[in-house]
């Protein structure tokens, strides 16, 4: 069967019908759900509605019962102070609670002080018109209770608007002496009522309180404007039952007709401080149209899947023959890579391309663990590779390994981990026997030019010896001919003789101390040691030295207390005299005197600083990029080789890891060392 013809399948059998079937169960399911689910919302709603309430209630209730034990308050009601002491007391408390107003009550019912100073100051609670009031029925229930008291809202005409009371005793020395009283107005219900958050727009907050046998609506409605206190239902009667519910202390959730006649979800509760119902619902018809409005967004996404799935599974197909080809795309890429590629997989093989395969006699290697394919000592070396891997997520090393025929390569081997579970490892391995041969020709024909270099120099360094050796020959022969000739005239005396022998022992030493330098120069040395740059440079001018004196050079040394540093100190002390040898030669063809060389050693950071400057002239412009190349030379009259500069730099560059420079200055040249320190010393 060909492939559109099983995607096809796939499309109609595999995808589109449990599609379809699947939606049609989660509409199901969801019709079913939705009610449930607003439910749940609404009663949380009620919930926190309900705990801010008991909040408020509570505060307002501990605000009092403190206010009571004020000192103030109980002096006024024991007439010991005047009530007008009492505006800034109390009319802080009743900005701080946001209540209408304040009040002090004495213990016969004569309110003694309000903030707002209405008409029913200095009026008696429980006297006409006030004594069937919810003012003065709570005030009783306060002092029957000796505790605080709350009442239901109600119309109280000094306010000319609606509001409910707390009311707390005052108590002296046991005694009720009189009470402390705030009002609250139904502006306080407006966090409860008025927000209507995740509500909708038919969602709608009532709030209720029991009159006889009647519920009154106390708040204003959403969708229906000034019914507060005008719209009462009859207890037990077939309407409003979630207020019906509400108002009988309980709490639930269901679907019911409200005063509009429509049908509504709905959840109740009670708060219970000051004895309200509260009932929150929004219109099922609103609950629903989410529902229809969301099969038709369904319907239209069911066609859009439809040709997205059909597009999806063309451009399927067409991936699907594209990878095809960049399999064997890769394949030949992988077969035409000149280097051995494979890839690990929990230590065995996954993949080998050819290449590999040949290089162990096309040996099935899927499976097979890499470190059964190599001998011992390889394979405990590549355990510790393979390791490293894990570790670092990248490695390249260098390996020796022999193929199946016994033939030894060098390996340059690349591994690497592919995936976040670090269970594959990619490897490439590139045979770079020739490009090592080669690498190791090159390092042995440099390190022949610097053994050529410094053998060039040896008939310089001869002609220094005998600059060196010149003096204490002439000494010793002058001293020998002297005892020579006090013998021949008998005129010998044991002091003089004596102080002759000492004087050719002296030279015979110095001479002696001459050759040990030079040979020690070209005694062959390829250790690193912990050297001071300063004790190798004395050793370099110990060479030369007599050279610069007789030529009447002056050389000023300034070395600093430096770090020890691990170098090649013979080579260093090759790279000094050359570069030492060339300051001497470019100082006397300047022919101007004083002829100087400065050498100075410092330490900077992490470096060390060798500066060997010179009054000779500087380097021409022209010539600054070449004095570094192989066998070039400005002293052709002088037979230069041309290797002195070269082979300094491939010293310090290559083997002391550092660097050589050169600047002119205003007198001369300075040609500058860079040496890194090293914590092996």
């Given at each position: 069967?060909?492939?559109?013809?099983?995607l096809t399948?796939?499309?109609?059998?595999?995808?589109?019908?449990?599609?379809?079937?699947?939606i049609?169960?989660?509409?199901?399911?969801?019709?079913?759900?939705?009610?449930?689910?607003i439910?749940?919302?609404?009663h949380?709603?009620?919930?926190?509605?309900?705990?801010f309430?008991?909040d408020?209630?509570?505060?307002?209730?501990?605000?009092?019962?403190?206010?009571?034990?004020?000192?103030i308050?109980?002096?006024?009601?024991?007439?010991?102070?005047n009530?007008?002491?009492?505006?800034?007391?109390?009319?802080?408390?009743?900005?701080?609670?946001?209540?209408?107003?304040?009040?002090?009550?004495?213990?016969n019912?004569t309110?003694?002080?309000?903030?707002?100073?209405?008409?029913?100051?200095?009026?008696?609670l429980?006297?006409?018109?006030?004594k069937?009031?919810?003012?003065?029925?709570?005030?009783?229930?306060?002092?029957t209770?000796?505790?605080?008291?709350?009442?239901?809202?109600?119309?109280?005409?000094?306010?000319?608007?609606?509001?409910?009371?707390?009311?707390?005793?005052?108590?002296?020395?046991?005694k009720?002496?009189?009470?402390?009283?705030?009002?609250?107005?139904?502006?306080?219900?407006?966090?409860?009522?008025?927000d209507?958050?995740?509500?909708?727009?038919?969602g709608?907050?009532?709030l209720?309180?029991?009159?006889?046998?009647?519920?009154?609506?106390?708040?204003?409605?959403?969708l229906?404007h000034?019914?507060?206190?005008?719209?009462?239902?009859d207890?037990?009667?077939?309407?409003?039952?979630?207020?019906?519910?509400?108002?009988?202390?309980?709490?639930?959730?269901?679907?019911?007709?409200?005063?509009?006649?429509?049908k509504?979800?709905?959840?109740?509760g009670?708060?219970?401080p000051?004895?309200?119902?509260?009932?929150?619902?929004?219109?099922?018809?609103?609950?629903?149209?989410?529902?229809?409005?969301?099969?038709?967004?369904?319907?239209?996404?069911?066609?859009?899947?439809?040709?997205?799935?059909?597009y999806?599974?063309?451009r399927?197909?067409?991936?699907?023959?594209?990878?095809?080809?960049?399999?064997?795309?890769?394949?030949?890429?992988?077969?035409?890579?000149?280097?051995?590629?494979?890839?690990?997989?929990?230590?065995?093989?996954?993949?080998?391309?050819?290449?590999?395969k040949?290089?162990?006699?096309?040996?099935?290697?899927?499976?097979?663990?890499?470190?059964?394919?190599?001998?011992?000592?390889?394979?405990?070396?590549?355990?510790?590779?393979?390791?490293?891997?894990?570790?670092?997520?990248?490695?390249?090393?260098?390996?020796?390994?022999?193929?199946?025929?016994?033939?030894?390569s060098i390996?340059?081997?690349?591994a690497?981990?592919?995936?976040?579970?670090?269970?594959?490892?990619?490897?490439?391995?590139?045979?770079v026997?020739?490009?090592?041969?080669?690498?190791?020709?090159l390092?042995?024909?440099?390190?022949?030019?610097?053994?050529?270099s410094r053998?060039a120099?040896?008939?310089?360094?001869?002609?220094l010896?005998a600059?060196?050796?010149?003096?204490?020959?002439?000494?010793?022969?002058?001293?020998?001919?002297?005892?020579?000739?006090?013998?021949?005239?008998?005129?010998?005396?044991?002091?003089?003789?004596?102080?002759?022998?000492?004087?050719?022992?002296?030279?015979?030493q110095?001479?002696s101390?001459?050759?040990?330098?030079?040979r020690?120069?070209?005694?062959?040395?390829?250790?690193?040691?912990?050297?001071?740059?300063?004790?190798?440079?004395?050793?370099?001018?110990q060479?030369?030295?007599t050279?610069?004196?007789?030529?009447?050079i002056?050389?000023?040394?300034?070395?600093?207390?430096?770090?020890?540093?691990?170098?090649?100190?013979?080579?260093?002390?090759?790279?000094?005299?050359?570069?030492?040898?060339?300051?001497?030669?470019?100082?006397?063809?300047?022919?101007?005197?004083?002829?100087?060389?400065?050498?100075?050693?410092?330490?900077?950071?992490?470096?060390?600083?060798?500066?060997?400057?010179n009054?000779?002239?500087?380097?021409?412009?022209?010539?600054?990029k070449?004095?570094f190349?192989?066998?070039f030379?400005?002293k052709?009259?002088?037979?230069?080789?041309?290797?002195?500069?070269?082979?300094?730099?491939?010293?310090?560059?290559k083997?002391?890891?550092?660097?050589?420079?050169?600047h002119?200055?205003?007198?001369?040249?300075?040609?500058?060392?860079?040496?890194?320190?090293?914590?092996?010393?």
């Amino acid at each position: 069967m060909k492939i559109s013809h099983k995607l096809t399948l796939v499309l109609i059998f595999g995808i589109l019908f449990p599609v379809f079937f699947i939606i049609g169960y989660i509409l199901f399911i969801m019709h079913q759900t939705l009610q449930e689910t607003i439910e749940k919302n609404l009663h949380t709603n009620i919930q926190h509605r309900i705990i801010f309430a008991n909040d408020y209630a509570m505060d307002i209730t501990r605000h009092l019962k403190i206010l009571s034990y004020n000192k103030i308050l109980q002096n006024v009601l024991s007439k010991k102070q005047n009530p007008d002491i009492l505006k800034s007391l109390l009319g802080y408390n009743l900005e701080m609670e946001e209540f209408y107003d304040m009040f002090l009550i004495d213990k016969n019912g004569t309110i003694l002080y309000t903030v707002k100073k209405e008409s029913d100051l200095h009026k008696n609670l429980l006297q006409s018109p006030f004594k069937d009031g919810k003012f003065a029925k709570t005030f009783q229930k306060a002092f029957t209770l000796g505790d605080i008291a709350i009442s239901n809202f109600d119309y109280y005409p000094p306010s000319k608007k609606y509001a409910a009371f707390i009311v707390m005793p005052i108590f002296q020395n046991e005694k009720i002496i009189g009470a402390v009283a705030a009002q609250i107005d139904t502006n306080i219900l407006t966090p409860l009522t008025n927000d209507y958050n995740g509500l909708g727009k038919t969602g709608e907050i009532a709030l209720g309180q029991k009159i006889g046998n009647k519920i009154v609506i106390i708040n204003k409605l959403r969708l229906a404007h000034n019914q507060e206190f005008k719209n009462y239902i009859d207890i037990n009667s077939d309407q409003a039952i979630p207020m019906q519910k509400a108002i009988s202390n309980n709490e639930g959730n269901g679907i019911f007709k409200d005063y509009r006649n429509k049908k509504v979800i709905a959840s109740w509760g009670y708060i219970d401080p000051f004895n309200i119902g509260i009932v929150i619902k929004v219109d099922e018809e609103e609950v629903f149209s989410n529902l229809h409005y969301l099969l038709q967004i369904i319907f239209v996404f069911g066609v859009l899947i439809f040709f997205l799935i059909s597009y999806v599974i063309w451009r399927v197909y067409n991936i699907m023959t594209a990878q095809e080809k960049l399999k064997t795309q890769f394949k030949q890429f992988m077969e035409n890579i000149p280097a051995n590629v494979f890839i690990l997989k929990d230590e065995r093989f996954f993949y080998a391309n050819e290449k590999m395969k040949r290089f162990h006699k096309n040996k099935k290697l899927e499976g097979t663990k890499i470190i059964d394919l190599f001998p011992k000592e390889i394979s405990e070396e590549l355990f510790l590779f393979e390791k490293e891997v894990m570790q670092n997520g990248y490695v390249q090393k260098y390996f020796t390994v022999k193929d199946e025929q016994d033939k030894e390569s060098i390996r340059h081997i690349y591994a690497f981990i592919m995936d976040k579970s670090k269970q594959s490892i990619g490897v490439i391995s590139f045979d770079v026997t020739k490009q090592k041969k080669l690498e190791q020709k090159l390092k042995d024909q440099e390190e022949l030019m610097i053994a050529q270099s410094r053998h060039a120099a040896m008939g310089e360094m001869i002609s220094l010896i005998a600059h060196q050796w010149r003096q204490p020959i002439s000494v010793i022969a002058m001293s020998a001919n002297n005892i020579l000739v006090d013998i021949e005239l008998g005129d010998i005396q044991n002091n003089s003789l004596k102080e002759g022998i000492e004087e050719i022992i002296n030279q015979t030493q110095y001479l002696s101390q001459t050759i040990d330098d030079f040979r020690n120069f070209f005694k062959p040395n390829k250790q690193k040691e912990c050297s001071e740059i300063s004790t190798v440079f004395n050793d370099a001018l110990q060479i030369i030295s007599t050279s610069l004196h007789n030529n009447n050079i002056e050389v000023k040394n300034d070395f600093q207390k430096t770090q020890m540093v691990y170098i090649y100190p013979k080579e260093l002390m090759q790279v000094l005299l050359n570069i030492l040898k060339n300051a001497k030669e470019a100082t006397l063809a300047q022919q101007q005197y004083p002829a100087q060389i400065f050498n100075t050693i410092y330490e900077e950071k992490d470096k060390i600083i060798i500066k060997i400057c010179n009054t000779g002239d500087s380097i021409d412009k022209s010539i600054r990029k070449r004095i570094f190349e192989p066998y070039f030379s400005t002293k052709e009259e002088q037979n230069g080789t041309g290797l002195g500069l070269y082979m300094s730099k491939i010293i310090i560059e290559k083997h002391l890891n550092g660097v050589l420079s050169f600047h002119n200055t205003k007198n001369g040249v300075c040609f500058v060392i860079t040496l890194q320190t090293d914590t092996n010393c």
